[in-house]
């Protein structure tokens, strides 16, 4: 069946709608409060709280969304058929709600009828038990009463069936998957569900998520039955559409024909501009979903998410170099995905200037280092051949040395970010070659090192331990003192919390005096000690907004269910009011002492507080 990734989408929620699903609106790429992560991987990731029970969610106990998730693990695989930096996640959640035989005979009802995929071409795994957890019988019993024989029910062991926790701890519990058979000749003996030779392609994902992860390592029951389903949307459209690729696919059109426009070539040739075409369509759009999330705060830097960010928008800039597309291009390719998108992430048009702007900025920052470099590189080249002359004279033995060391080319690929293939490009114009082991050596303790800092703040569970929780609500009554205090103009434009501390990014276009400071802590201070109940309440964006609370983002749902927190003496006698999704602490009395640390700009017209809360030792 022909399918667009709007028709996919649609469908999707469609039909978990017809089976009691509320559509909630995915949430930011950048996890709220969750210092262990630097990006959104996975539809159920903002649901922890709610999968772990903590508290109901606003839209009831059966939800559906197509949440933007980011992973870079894989950034160095990028430019093969199938590795993205983004994509975008359908998934269907029962809260303690349903369970197994629902969401098994859903997800077949789905595939057979909507996606029109026949019965005969599914094949499905499950968890085939260990000590201490059983084999999911109950899986297999549900899949062949819908029809699938027991030879196309493979049971496979904890690295193919169970899924979570995100991170170190959490809710996590085996899977079944299923995978669509292409019909291509098995690959060997050996060849099952989840072997690579491309016979199988995965389709979806059913987690049932009954356990928790200790700190300990231990499995625990989580005492809740959830459901946690995801299906990749750029993936499914690429099978179901018969495609080799997914950049072949209807998302990845207009943005492989401005790639194209822009270097002038009707089509890439070789291997490595196919390559590099790739490298620059998922890194751009990743950029830009990035840069344009409702969120914020995120632009690039050197560490963490930001460091993340710099990475992408660096490795498109060298990569389109590569193809010949001129500097500024960008911007270009982010209005075409922001054009795209815009009808499904909305946030996306809302921030356009932003991500141009810091898009350009940062182009033209490593622009300017890619020119040092090749002057690096001249320079390089002509020290060589000096010393050539030099020694030639000498000795008219004299072997003339023609190579770039693995110590040069990495200086410039560390430093001017010039990776091997470029260096060698010049070597071989000038002459020259590259000692490519050499390179390769200092580039794997390079990589360590690098790993270690993306890895520092691990893919993982979103922590809510009491401090994160605390600072939270401290966020909620610094972001209305300063409104108070500044002006109404001060809207939060990033908010970042780890357990030690909080930041917060907002609009205003000078620098506070320690008046000021003073007076916005006094302020958070007085709403602490007056020990302020926070209030949660659940109702839609409209009538949120109308009781007065700010909401930094639009949904696109106008009856989706949102939380409102308020913290006040009552729900209309209120110091602060906004929709969030939490969690928060249950009265002010508890955060301590509120302080700012730092008050410094952030970007033009952005400033950037950071603030702990001195609490007693516990
Ligand atoms: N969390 C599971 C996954 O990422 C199902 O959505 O595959």
Same mark, same amino acid.
């Given at each position: 069946?022909?399918?667009?990734?709007?028709?996919?989408?649609?469908?999707?929620?469609?039909?978990?709608?017809?089976?009691?699903?509320?559509?909630?609106?995915?949430?930011?790429?950048?996890?709220?409060?969750?210092?262990?992560?630097?990006?959104?991987?996975?539809?159920?990731?903002?649901?922890?709280?709610?999968?772990?029970?903590?508290?109901?969610?606003?839209?009831?106990?059966?939800?559906?969304?197509?949440?933007?998730?980011?992973?870079?693990?894989?950034?160095?695989?990028?430019?093969?058929?199938?590795?993205?930096?983004?994509?975008?996640?359908?998934?269907?959640?029962?809260?303690?709600?349903?369970?197994?035989?629902?969401?098994?005979?859903?997800?077949?009802?789905?595939?057979?009828?909507?996606?029109?995929?026949?019965?005969?071409?599914?094949?499905?795994?499950?968890?085939?038990?260990?000590?201490?957890?059983?084999?999911?019988?109950?899986?297999?019993?549900?899949?062949?009463?819908?029809?699938?024989?027991?030879?196309?029910?493979?049971?496979?062991?904890?690295?193919?069936?169970?899924?979570?926790?995100?991170?170190?701890?959490?809710?996590?519990?085996?899977?079944?998957?299923?995978?669509?058979?292409?019909?291509?000749?098995?690959?060997?003996?050996?060849?099952?569900?989840?072997?690579?030779?491309?016979?199988?392609?995965?389709?979806?994902?059913?987690?049932?998520?009954?356990?928790?992860?200790?700190?300990?390592?231990?499995?625990?029951?989580?005492?809740?039955?959830?459901?946690?389903?995801?299906?990749?949307?750029?993936?499914?459209?690429?099978?179901?559409?018969?495609?080799?690729?997914?950049?072949?696919?209807?998302?990845?059109?207009?943005?492989?024909?401005?790639?194209?426009?822009?270097?002038?070539?009707?089509?890439?040739?070789?291997?490595?501009?196919?390559?590099?075409?790739?490298?620059?369509?998922?890194?751009?759009?990743?950029?830009?979903?990035?840069?344009?999330?409702?969120?914020?705060?995120?632009?690039?830097?050197?560490?963490?998410?930001?460091?993340?960010?710099?990475?992408?928008?660096?490795?498109?800039?060298?990569?389109?170099?590569?193809?010949?597309?001129?500097?500024?291009?960008?911007?270009?390719?982010?209005?075409?995905?922001?054009?795209?998108?815009?009808?499904?992430?909305?946030?996306?048009?809302?921030?356009?200037?932003?991500?141009?702007?810091?898009?350009?900025?940062?182009?033209?920052?490593?622009?300017?280092?890619?020119?040092?470099?090749?002057?690096?590189?001249?320079?390089?080249?002509?020290?060589?051949?000096?010393?050539?002359?030099?020694?030639?004279?000498?000795?008219?033995?004299?072997?003339?040395?023609?190579?770039? %060391?693995?110590?040069? /080319?990495? +200086? =410039?690929?560390?430093?001017?970010?010039?990776?091997?293939? $470029? &260096?060698? !490009?010049?070597? #071989?114009?000038?002459?020259?070659?590259?000692?490519?082991?050499?390179?390769?050596?200092?580039?794997?303790?390079?990589?360590?090192?690098?790993?270690?800092?993306?890895?520092?703040?691990?893919?993982?569970?979103?922590?809510?331990?009491?401090?994160?929780?605390?600072?939270?609500?401290?966020?909620?009554?610094?972001?209305?003192?300063?409104?108070?205090?500044?002006?109404?103009?001060?809207?939060?434009?990033? %908010?970042?919390?780890? /357990?030690? +501390? =909080?930041?917060?990014?907002?609009?205003?276009?000078?620098? $506070? &005096?320690? !008046?000021?400071? #003073?007076?916005?802590?006094?302020?958070?201070?007085?709403?602490?000690?007056?020990?302020?109940?926070?209030?949660?309440?659940?109702?839609?964006?409209?009538?949120?907004?109308?009781?007065?609370?700010?909401?930094?983002?639009?949904?696109?749902?106008?009856?989706?269910?949102?939380?409102?927190?308020?913290?006040?003496?009552?729900?209309?006698?209120?110091?602060?009011?906004?929709?969030?999704?939490?969690?928060?602490?249950?009265?002010?009395?508890?955060?301590?002492?509120?302080?700012?640390?730092?008050?410094?700009?952030?970007?033009?017209?952005?400033?950037?507080?950071?603030?702990?809360?001195?609490?007693?030792?516990?």
């Amino acid at each position: 069946m022909k399918i667009t990734a709007d028709q996919l989408r649609n469908l999707y929620l469609d039909f978990f709608k017809s089976k009691g699903h509320a559509v909630i609106s995915g949430a930011s790429l950048i996890p709220e409060n969750d210092p262990t992560v630097l990006f959104t991987t996975a539809g159920m990731h903002p649901l922890v709280p709610y999968l772990m029970g903590k508290m109901p969610h606003p839209a009831g106990t059966r939800l559906t969304d197509v949440q933007k998730c980011v992973r870079t693990g894989d950034i160095d695989e990028v430019g093969d058929s199938a590795h993205l930096t983004f994509f975008e996640m359908l998934g269907n959640w029962s809260l303690n709600d349903y369970f197994k035989k629902e969401a098994i005979s859903w997800s077949f009802e789905f595939l057979t009828t909507k996606l029109g995929f026949s019965p005969d071409q599914l094949s499905v795994t499950v968890f085939r038990g260990e000590e201490g957890i059983p084999a999911d019988e109950e899986a297999v019993a549900i899949w062949k009463s819908l029809g699938i024989p027991e030879e196309r029910i493979y049971r496979l062991p904890r690295e193919d069936n169970w899924w979570g926790p995100a991170g170190e701890t959490g809710p996590c519990g085996p899977d079944t998957e299923m995978f669509i058979d292409t019909g291509k000749p098995a690959c060997g003996p050996d060849c099952r569900p989840g072997c690579h030779c491309g016979k199988f392609i995965e389709i979806w994902n059913d987690v049932f998520m009954q356990f928790n992860k200790t700190a300990e390592g231990k499995f625990e029951p989580l005492g809740r039955h959830n459901v946690d389903t995801g299906m990749g949307v750029e993936r499914t459209i690429c099978m179901m559409n018969g495609l080799d690729t997914v950049y072949d696919t209807d998302v990845f059109a207009p943005i492989m024909a401005k790639i194209r426009e822009l270097s002038g070539k009707e089509a890439f040739e070789t291997p490595e501009d196919v390559r590099s075409s790739r490298v620059v369509a998922d890194h751009m759009r990743t950029a830009t979903f990035i840069l344009g999330d409702q969120k914020g705060g995120v632009t690039p830097g050197n560490v963490g998410a930001n460091y993340v960010l710099r990475r992408l928008i660096r490795s498109a800039v060298r990569h389109a170099r590569r193809l010949g597309i001129a500097p500024g291009f960008t911007e270009k390719m982010a209005a075409v995905i922001v054009d795209e998108y815009k009808h499904v992430y909305p946030e996306l048009d809302q921030n356009r200037e932003r991500v141009f702007q810091e898009l350009l900025a940062e182009e033209t920052r490593f622009g300017k280092t890619l020119d040092e470099g090749k002057r690096e590189f001249d320079k390089t080249v002509a020290g060589i051949r000096r010393k050539n002359e030099f020694m030639g004279a000498k000795d008219p033995n004299y072997v003339p040395d023609t190579q770039i %060391s693995g110590k040069q /080319a990495f +200086r =410039l690929y560390d430093t001017y970010g010039y990776p091997l293939e $470029m &260096t060698q !490009e010049l070597a #071989k114009e000038a002459g020259f070659t590259v000692d490519v082991a050499g390179y390769q050596e200092c580039f794997k303790a390079h990589q360590e090192l690098s790993r270690a800092n993306v890895g520092s703040a691990k893919s993982g569970l979103a922590e809510h331990s009491e401090e994160t929780t605390a600072l939270h609500t401290a966020t909620h009554l610094l972001h209305k003192a300063l409104k108070i205090v500044l002006g109404d103009h001060c809207n939060q434009k990033g %908010s970042n919390i780890t /357990a030690e +501390r =909080l930041r917060l990014d907002f609009t205003h276009g000078e620098k $506070m &005096t320690p !008046e000021q400071i #003073k007076a916005v802590e006094d302020l958070v201070n007085e709403q602490i000690k007056a020990d302020l109940p926070v209030y949660r309440d659940m109702m839609t964006l409209e009538e949120a907004r109308a009781a007065g609370a700010t909401a930094l983002f639009s949904s696109k749902y106008t009856d989706e269910k949102l939380s409102v927190y308020t913290i006040g003496k009552t729900r209309d006698d209120f110091f602060s009011k906004e929709v969030c999704t939490g969690p928060h602490v249950e009265h002010t009395g508890v955060l301590g002492h509120f302080k700012i640390k730092k008050e410094e700009s952030s970007s033009a017209g952005v400033r950037r507080i950071k603030a702990v809360l001195e609490r007693p030792a516990q």
